[in-house]
């Protein structure tokens, strides 16, 4: 084949490859690198802040199994030493810190779930703590080849000094740490989402500073929540967990509003919108992403549990029934029974409480009633949010 005919094939590999992306930079290097004929080191650095990925990390875990389908080997680094730093990444605050044992098990969670959309096969695992955990001699020696002006460029940075937030001296070494994994892996090319686009340039700064190649930066769209406004997070309240019961996984899709929806098939999907009614958009995107994170039937059920409770306004047959102890005085404290019947904490129950969220036999419950006779309770459906019910016996 002519240079010509190599150059236009790797041209045409990297606008696939790089279908959906805001940015890839520097421009042309991806299709130079497809065209050297090797699989690309292709990295995805994750801190285990949280034990559970939702669908916003799945735009990114879509694209890094696209490189794998087309034969490159995707590293996977999971931030066990980063973790302990906190990437300042779209704060507006110091991150809280983690224990150890917390970051170790959202790692091993993470990683597990990962793999549902990652084939384990072609995935290399890391864990950052393999060469960041170094000694002082060498961390030095990194640390001097980079100036504060050039960590206070960032954006977010920039923003908390002019509001007068603080901004840990740990906060200005992440970028370094995490550019030295792009190093210490002999990365080609590194995805995020766009608001890691500073860290992912920097990290050719650290190889370059190293000798060694610079990698290529893909910058991706970010999901937003299902309040279809924020991005996606666990902490806002308005994620999708991959491992989320197939009823909760389809009903919190169904919430999405009308106007993200385009989005949503896009990224999740990497398909435009049908056109119709934009519910059955919504319907047809809810089972789809059930039936791949469960199977088929899960999703026929989840619909019709679906149908069941929101369509129909009737209580699902197959709800658990809980005993229920009353205290001393004969009556039941709510906020303690819904935080141990439906896994969330006493101010959070008070929290659903004061906003109507909590429901019994369909009406709801008295926001200043936080004390209820056993006998008013007993046979009665307990409701919280949408989507949630228990019997109590």
């Known amino acids: 084949m002519s240079d010509s005919g190599a150059e236009a094939d790797s041209a045409a590999a990297a606008a ?23 699989p690309l080191r292709v990295k995805l650095g994750i801190d285990p802040t949280a034990p559970d990925i939702h669908l916003g990390h799945v735009v990114v875990l879509n694209k ?33 810190m983690l224990s150890p044992e917390q970051i170790d098990a959202n790692a091993a969670t993470f990683q597990e779930q990962a793999f549902k959309v990652l084939d384990s096969e072609r995935t290399e695992v890391r864990r950052n703590g393999e060469w960041l955990d170094m000694g002082t001699e060498d961390l030095f020696g990194l640390l001097r080849r980079f100036t504060i002006a050039r960590m206070l460029e960032r954006d977010d940075f920039a923003k908390r000094m002019s509001e007068g937030r603080p901004i840990s001296a740990l906060e200005l070494l992440y970028p370094v740490l995490q550019g030295y994994d792009s190093v210490a892996v002999e990365a080609d090319l590194e995805l ?14 650290v190889q370059d500073a190293l000798g060694r190649p610079a990698q290529s930066v893909m910058t991706l769209p970010i999901l937003p929540g299902t309040d279809g406004t924020q991005r ?18 389809f009903g919190k899709l169904m919430s999405v509003p009308d106007e993200a929806m385009g989005q949503y098939w896009a990224l999740l999907l990497g398909e435009e919108q049908p056109g119709g009614h934009p519910v059955e958009a919504k319907r047809e995107l809810a089972r789809r992403l059930v039936e791949r994170f469960w199977d088929a039937d899960a999703a026929r059920d989840a619909e019709q549990r679906f149908d069941q409770v929101h369509v129909r306004h009737e209580v699902p047959e197959d709800i658990p029934t809980v005993r229920i102890e009353p205290g001393e005085s004969g009556e039941v404290h709510l906020p303690a029974l819904i935080a141990a019947q439906f896994e969330l904490s006493t101010s959070e129950a008070r929290r659903l409480l004061g906003q109507g969220g909590v429901k019994l036999d369909g009406e709801v419950v008295d926001a200043g009633r936080l004390d209820v006779p056993l006998e008013e309770l007993t046979g009665r459906v307990l409701q919280v949010g949408k989507r949630r019910f228990v019997r109590l016996g």
């Open 64 to 96: 890094l199994r696209q490189f794998q389908d087309a034969g490159h080997v995707v590293v996977l680094i999971i931030g066990d030493f980063t973790a302990r730093v906190g990437d300042p990444s779209g704060q507006s605050v110091e991150r809280p």
């Open 232 to 249: 996606m997070s666990k902490s806002l309240g308005n994620y999708v967990g991959v491992t989320e019961l197939p009823e909760e996984m």
């Open 16 to 38: 696939r490859l790089s279908a959906g992306a805001v940015e890839v930079l520097p421009e042309g290097r991806l299709a130079q690198q497809l065209g050297e004929g090797r």
């Open 192 to 205: 995020g989402g766009t608001d890691q686009k500073f860290n992912l340039l920097f990290a050719r700064d």
